[in-house]
């Protein structure tokens, strides 16, 4: 059986190297900064964050680097270390949404958003160098679009990028780009994730729209060696699709359910149903109402996957890991039957980590492929990797990969 890969940060040093190495090479000029944004593990809560619900992300210490200059004109050309030897170039003047195919579109598209709400930023080069590995479901979209929108507003000089409250006009940026110019579907957890987390904590995100800034997220410590822990994500590796109209079905399904139960969204319903004397009672009422199988199951996720959210927090605060993983179990046991956006390769990969001592497992990000996380004791997330890639060897699956998911801080500059 091969030995599983795990991928290792790049650390800032060399991501500024690299970055700006890529840069000269193909520009022929040095660039006038380099900044970061790291992808993300989202801990509990998902298919939330479009629902007004709440969400637990960490930021990655895997970020993407950017090295970028600004330009006087309206053009960009952009360069992954991904294709090196190809540019990609698109023109700001007259672009409308979806405009730009192709990986471009997120970069150039943060640049299109800016300047819709007024913004006086121009066209730019830049060149990126990443360690978030591509359609593992660990949000490496999030981590281009948010520092392509941190290096716009620093050499630009919007001012928004040096407070917790400023970097939301860049996060909605960030996420206008992935839904209107790249045409894929995204509810705001993971550009918070990349903007707002700070070392050591999970970022408790409360996506419900009349929050402020400052109202709508909290720092919750979460400090896995304290506990003996490690958390071991996976990336199956199965075809990660999000643009296949699969995430935009079930979205319109929520919408129209809080359509029918007479509500602005099904955070509306999960709130009321706890509150209730007897949620259990005040679930089946509410799924009552609803038209079809289909639609009861989604909101069925969606109300209870909210309180898990909740729970999770306070157990692993009080140090309660073995309900922390029990929650991890009932989310992802719920995304599979209830949401429906597992595929085989995630399932596989959860019951081979229960089954190998893991306090909990779960699929992380949007589902249809992308990665799993498993909560284990210290030292374990090699053994649990290696127990889960010869699985995948046994059933003729892709060759997983593997990381550390440490919470790390969000997006910053580098030089």
């Not at 941190?150 to 407070?163: E, I, N």
């Not at 860049?170 to 839904?179: T, V």
């Not at 075809?239 to 809080?258: I, M, S």
Request: glycine residues 10%; aromatic residues 6%.
């Amino acid at each position: 059986m091969a030995q599983v890969a795990f991928i290792a940060p790049i650390e800032a040093e060399e991501g500024v190297d690299r970055s700006t190495a890529l840069f000269e090479k193909t520009f022929g000029e040095k660039p006038e900064g380099v900044w970061n944004a790291p992808g993300r593990v989202n801990l509990i809560g998902e298919h939330t964050d479009y629902n007004a619900g709440l969400c637990l992300p960490i930021a990655l210490p895997h970020r993407t680097y950017i090295a970028l200059k600004p330009r006087t004109d309206t053009k960009v050309r952009v360069v992954s270390d991904v294709d090196p030897d190809n540019v990609a170039e698109a023109d700001l003047e007259g672009l409308e949404a979806g405009g730009v195919k192709g990986w471009a579109a997120y970069p150039v598209g943060v640049a299109w958003a800016l300047r819709l709400k007024g913004f006086n930023v121009k066209g730019f080069d830049a060149a990126f160098v990443s360690c978030v590995p591509l359609g593992s479901g660990l949000s490496s979209s999030a981590a281009m679009t948010c520092s392509t929108a941190l290096a716009l507003d620093d050499v630009y000089g919007l001012g928004y990028g040096q407070s917790d409250a400023g970097r939301v006009t860049l996060i909605n940026a960030a996420i206008k780009s992935e839904n209107d110019m790249a045409g894929a579907s995204t509810g705001g957890l993971d550009q918070n994730a990349s903007m707002r987390c700070t070392e050591g904590h999970a970022l408790l995100l409360d996506c419900r729209p009349e929050l402020t800034p400052l109202e709508n997220v909290s720092q919750q410590p979460f400090d896995l060696k304290a506990h003996g822990l490690e958390l071991l994500a996976l990336d199956t590796q199965a075809p990660h699709q999000l643009n296949d109209g699969q995430y935009a079905e079930r979205r319109a399904t929520c919408e129209k359910a809080a359509e029918i139960l007479k509500v602005p969204n099904l955070r509306y319903c999960a709130d009321g149903i706890m509150k209730a004397g007897d949620p259990f009672q005040a679930l089946k009422e509410t799924l009552d109402a609803l038209p079809d199988e289909n639609m009861k199951r989604r909101v069925r996720h969606v109300v209870t996957e909210i309180e898990r959210v909740r729970t999770f927090v306070h157990a692993f605060a009080d140090g309660d890991i073995e309900q922390a993983g029990r929650l991890f179990n009932a989310s992802h046991d719920s995304l599979a039957t209830d949401y429906e956006v597992t595929v085989p390769e995630l399932d596989v990969a959860v019951d081979v980590a229960r089954r190998n001592g893991a306090y909990g497992a779960r699929m992380t990000g949007g589902g249809f492929g992308g990665s799993i996380i498993a909560l284990v004791n210290e030292g374990r997330s090699q053994e649990v990797a290696q127990l889960i890639a010869d699985e995948f060897e046994r059933r003729g699956f892709h060759a997983p990969r593997a990381l550390a998911a440490v919470a790390s801080a969000s997006a910053s500059r580098n030089a």
